[in-house]
């Protein structure tokens, strides 16, 4: 089997996403992305159930996947839930109605999508030791390793904490704008939990790289794009000071203003604030004084790993995923 068509959906805390993916021989050739805001962690942690509104808007943006999915002519397709489906008490109400559209959806552990966004990104970085962070809606993995240039994956660690933008604007913030105290309390509970696991590392790697809606909206608007260029944005620098600088411009404007800053979606305006906090006291706590945005991502990880899975049955990052056979 040298090329082979695949679709992979991550559903995640804040967003819904799509990749098509053209892979040759287990590299990606050819790809698109989508996402869609469905804010499916809308008031879980407070709750600990999945809105209905919240199903139902994850379940029309997954229609359009599946159709999406079958016009680029996925042979197989993987479909992950991560952080808020594993807090919910209903999570089965969701999972039916997606198996009900032909899919096949895996609820994933916080390591597993650790691993997986890691193997998506590490692939820029090969022959380097890298920390990997995709802070979420409701978690932030990180994991450290390196991917070698003979293909080897060498994992250190990887382990995933409940600290993320939709969890911290829910728990800390009373109102938008939030209270000066309220994001003063919100970055001292992050970053003791980033404390923790940074200081529980042998050594920390030179470079931080960090994937998600967060960082790349951090990203647009620190260089204030108008139209959103992911080739502009993948493998940019973003500096401590920039993020506070986003900080303290968000701190002081309510979600509406937000939405009208340019690079900022609409739809994410309401937690980009909280990610932005999560963001400078991850680095904070590590001691970077910059990290690296990746575009690559869990979506990158997961085609590498369906395409691992369907040629010989073993994967790089030891986990198997249940496939859509086809979408007919």
Avoid at 20 to 34: L, P, Q, T
Avoid at 54 to 66: D, L
Avoid at 183 to 212: I, K, M
Avoid at 255 to 277: F, M, S, W, Y
């Amino acid at each position: 089997m040298d090329t082979l068509k695949i679709a992979a959906i991550d559903l995640g805390t804040v967003s819904s996403r799509l990749m098509c993916a053209e892979i040759r021989d287990g590299a990606i050739i050819n790809s698109s992305k989508r996402t869609v805001i469905t804010d499916l962690g809308e008031g879980v942690d407070a709750n600990g159930v999945f809105a209905p509104a919240a199903i139902e808007r994850v379940v029309a943006a997954c229609s359009e996947f599946v159709q999406e999915a079958r016009a680029f002519g996925a042979e197989y397709v993987c479909t992950t839930l991560t952080s808020a489906a594993r807090d919910v008490s209903n999570g089965e109400d969701l999972l039916e109605r997606l198996r009900e559209l032909g899919l096949v959806p895996q609820v994933i552990s916080g390591e597993t999508e650790a691993r997986l966004t890691f193997y998506g990104v590490a692939h820029d970085f090969r022959g380097e030791r890298i920390a990997v962070a995709d802070s979420g809606g409701g978690s932030t993995e990180l994991v450290e390793g390196s991917y070698g240039t003979s293909g080897l994956l060498e994992l250190e660690r990887a382990c995933s904490l409940n600290v993320g933008c939709r969890r911290v604007t829910e728990r800390f913030f009373s109102a938008q704008p939030p209270r000066e105290d309220e994001v003063a309390a919100a970055a001292v509970w992050a970053r003791e939990q980033f404390e923790s696991v940074w200081e529980a590392g042998a050594s920390r790697p030179d470079r931080l790289v960090a994937v998600g809606g967060t960082v790349t909206s951090l990203v647009a608007m620190v260089h204030e794009l108008a139209v959103y260029d992911s080739h502009f944005v993948h493998l940019r620098e973003l500096t401590s000071g920039q993020v506070d600088g986003c900080i303290e411009r968000m701190s002081a404007l309510t979600v509406d203003e937000i939405a009208t800053l340019p690079g900022i979606q609409a739809k994410r305006a309401p937690v980009i604030l909280a990610g932005a906090v999560i963001v400078r006291e991850l680095m904070r706590a590590g001691g970077y004084s910059a990290l690296t945005v990746s575009e690559n991502s869990l979506l990158a990880g997961a085609a590498s790993t369906v395409w691992e899975a369907v040629r010989d049955g073993r994967t790089a990052i030891g986990w198997t995923p249940e496939l859509s056979s086809c979408l007919a």
